[in-house]
């Protein structure tokens, strides 16, 4: 099984010594804001644009503004601690008379996650938005009505490890792990879980559950379901209008689940003409296979600023679901 950090040969990273430097900056600036009651519910990007566009928040003039709207800030804002921590996570880049933060921390119930500063370009950058809020919503619903005891629990995608943690949280003697093909999602996986508390998440590298061994009492994920120009690694899902990760997803996970495992999947489809043509993918797998499935829309209208986009001229809109699959014999 792979171990913690593992990348493949050709990502270059710096040496551990380095790495484990700025990772540990970055978990006792979490620590701090925390303990100062720090809270920011992260936006959708193009909520996120609007807010920052209006008159008198071209710069920050709190904690809030530089690590959860990403605004730049004058070093003077900051206690000194806190502007420390940040250039030693290596976490800073200058900003005309003054800098800005290359990291976000935001609230989710009454833990903080420290993920990618907006705007999230790069491609490595790590997602966290309002998807993660309505998957988080969905698995802790899933687990508190569920009678399976989690011993082994994945996290497809884990991004910067919501879902790992949260499950953890509630299987603390679990194993539970986040897997991810991004070097920095696993980063911010590995301190997001020391921040919560929970010692028993590993943060590993794999594409989808092919670097890891073994069954599964439950398999969860929130992948990337949009079609990116860019294909960017946060954002882009592939196939016909984005759903090609999470069918790749069903397919692994109806080969993994242990007897009486569930797989949870949120993610987003593309409606056309009023039809949902990620579920009767699913259907079409999922019906005959013995495993037992449902699947509902929680939300009708996300990220409708994707459809003026050229690959989806075709579609009313996009729609928020979670697709569950059990395993019974």
């Known amino acids: 099984m792979d171990a913690a950090y593992v990348l493949p040969a050709t990502h ?51 904690l809030e503004d530089v690590l959860g709207w990403s605004r730049p800030f004058g070093k003077e804002l900051l206690p000194r601690s806190v502007f420390d921590l940040l250039h030693r996570a290596e976490a800073l880049e200058p900003h005309g008379e003054g800098w800005r933060s290359l990291i976000r921390v935001s609230s989710l119930n009454d833990k903080l996650f420290i993920h990618s500063a907006y705007p999230t370009t790069a491609s490595d950058a790590v997602f966290f938005g309002p998807d993660t809020y309505r998957f988080i919503s969905a698995l802790e619903e899933h687990v508190a009505r569920s009678m399976q005891p989690i011993r082994r629990a994945a996290d497809i995608g884990c991004g910067a490890g919501p879902g790992a943690i949260s499950m953890a949280l509630h299987s603390p003697d679990a194993e539970v792990i986040g897997v991810d093909i991004n070097a920095r999602a696993l980063r911010y996986t590995a301190i997001n879980a020391a921040l919560a508390g929970t010692e028993n998440v590993s943060a590993m590298h794999s594409d989808l559950l092919t670097g890891v061994a073994g069954e599964f009492d439950l398999i969860i994920a929130n992948p990337p379901y949009l079609l990116d120009s860019s294909e960017r690694t946060y954002r882009h899902g592939g196939g016909h209008l984005g759903e090609g990760l999470s069918v790749a997803i069903i397919r692994q996970a109806m080969q993994r689940l242990a007897l009486g495992g569930s797989l949870l999947l949120y993610t987003g489809v593309a409606i056309v003409n009023g039809q949902d043509q990620f579920r009767s993918i699913a259907q079409r797998l999922l019906d005959g296979s013995g495993l037992d499935w449902s699947y509902r ?29 059990t395993r019974r014999d």
């Open 12 to 62: 270059v990273m710096p040496p551990a010594a380095q790495r484990d430097a700025r990772d540990a900056a970055l978990l006792e600036l979490a620590r701090i804001v925390k303990a100062e009651g720090y809270r920011f519910v992260t936006v959708s990007p193009a909520t996120h644009a609007r807010v920052n566009k209006r008159a008198g928040n071209e710069w920050a003039t709190r």
């Open 297 to 325: 829309e929680i939300d009708p209208d996300v990220f409708g600023e994707e459809l003026e986009e050229p690959a989806y001229n075709t579609a009313d809109r996009i729609a928020a679901v979670v697709l569950t699959v």
